[in-house]
């Protein structure tokens, strides 16, 4: 049988969510292909893995991959793993994959932690369509620009960030999708200090301002995605028929106060549209 590149996910923290699968890949393989050696020396260690490892980021990938490949087609296999969790998301090993594809080479995934999904199976945000962003450009600027791009995508969003832009990220996130966009923070998911929140993006601006713990780690953001004309069609349809019917018994306050707590409509929209509503029932009895 031919070599095989195999890629295999290992854990993104919590080290039994290491598969069984993935411990004999990599102590069989001719090599290992790891982001960074140093890392990954801890991890074969602990899983008794002897394996030689050799050095394949971001900044020698291109010229690593000759020799890799050169390696496969003489029948060795290698295991490509990256720090922690599923590679090439967000991490190297593209250029790899690709060259063996393009080489006949037959490339075999180990499958085990995202990250990525990880945070969207436990934020509770719709799952059935979603889009992985990764990292945001680090400057303010550019990061306005791309969110300003995507900011109507209906689509669920998954984000990476760096602990010292969280954030930063988060208020600019708020500035483009609004204050009430639904947003699920995962931060060191599967570490003693993981954290699993849903709210709004500006109380996770709040959260943030209020604990600095929260600007540390590894962390992952999932965006609800705009709302269609649909959606919004129909939200406006049922905003209106709980207010009349409110309004039948109750003043114009009263009634888009307790509309407002029902929905989850802004006050002040609830309040504007009773008013309207009010007024329009006026004018017919008119």
Same mark, same amino acid.
């Given at each position: 049988m031919s070599? $095989?590149?195999?890629?295999?996910?290992?854990?993104?923290?919590?080290?039994?969510?290491?598969?069984?699968?993935?411990?004999?890949?990599?102590?069989?393989?001719?090599?290992?292909?790891?982001?960074?050696?140093r890392?990954?020396i801890?991890?074969?260690?602990?899983?008794?893995?002897?394996t030689?490892?050799?050095?394949?980021?971001?900044?020698n990938e291109?010229h +690593?991959?000759?020799?890799?490949?050169?390696?496969?087609?003489?029948?060795?296999?290698i295991?490509?793993?990256?720090?922690?969790?599923?590679?090439?998301?967000?991490?190297?090993?593209?250029?790899l994959?690709?060259?063996? $594809?393009?080489?006949?080479?037959?490339?075999?995934p180990?499958?085990?932690?995202?990250?990525?999904?990880?945070a969207?199976?436990?934020?509770?945000?719709?799952?059935d369509?979603?889009?992985?962003?990764?990292?945001?450009?680090?400057k303010s600027?550019?990061r306005?620009?791309?969110?300003?791009k995507?900011?109507?995508?209906?689509?669920?969003?998954?984000?990476?960030?760096?602990?010292?832009?969280i954030?930063?990220?988060?208020?600019?996130?708020c500035?483009?999708?609004?204050?009430?966009?639904?947003?699920?923070?995962?931060r060191?998911?599967?570490?003693?200090?993981?954290?699993?929140?849903?709210?709004?993006?500006?109380?996770?601006v709040?959260?943030?301002?209020?604990?600095?713990?929260?600007?540390?780690g590894?962390i992952?953001? +999932?965006i609800?995605g705009?709302?269609?004309?649909?959606?919004?069609?129909q939200?406006q349809q049922?905003?209106?028929q709980?207010?009349?019917?409110?309004?039948?018994?109750?003043?114009?306050?009263?009634?888009?106060?307790?509309?407002?707590d029902?929905s989850?409509?802004?006050?002040?929209i609830?309040?504007?549209?009773a008013?309207?509503?009010? $007024?329009?029932?006026?004018?017919?009895?008119n």
């Open positions: 070599a $095989q590149l195999f890629v295999v996910a290992t854990p993104i923290g919590h080290l039994d969510d290491m598969t069984f699968r993935a411990v004999e890949v990599l102590k069989n393989v001719t090599v290992i292909a790891a982001e960074d050696t890392k990954s801890q991890l074969l260690k602990h899983f008794n893995i002897t030689p490892l050799t050095a394949c980021h971001d900044h291109s +690593v991959i000759s020799s890799l490949i050169e390696k496969l087609k003489n029948g060795h296999d295991a490509l793993v990256s720090d922690a969790g599923t590679p090439l998301i967000s991490d190297p090993g593209f250029k994959v690709r060259a063996a $594809q393009e080489n006949g080479i037959r490339v075999t180990i499958p085990g932690a995202c990250a990525a999904i990880a969207l199976s436990s934020v509770g945000l719709p799952s369509r979603f889009s992985f962003v990764g990292f945001l450009p680090s600027s550019q306005l620009a791309q969110l300003e995507i900011k109507d995508e209906s689509q669920t969003l998954i984000f990476y960030e760096a602990p010292h832009r954030l930063a990220c988060v208020k600019d996130m500035q483009i999708f609004g204050a009430d966009r639904p947003v699920g923070f995962a060191e998911i599967t570490k003693t200090f993981e954290t699993i929140k849903k709210m709004t993006l500006q109380q996770l709040e959260f943030i301002e209020q604990d600095h713990h929260q600007e540390k590894e992952v953001l +999932v609800g705009a709302s269609t004309d649909s959606e919004l069609n939200d049922a905003l209106d709980l207010l009349q019917r409110l309004l039948q018994d109750l003043s114009v306050k009263a009634a888009s106060q307790l509309a407002a029902l989850g409509v802004k006050k002040k609830a309040y504007q549209r008013l309207e509503l009010s $007024q329009a029932i006026s004018d017919n009895h």
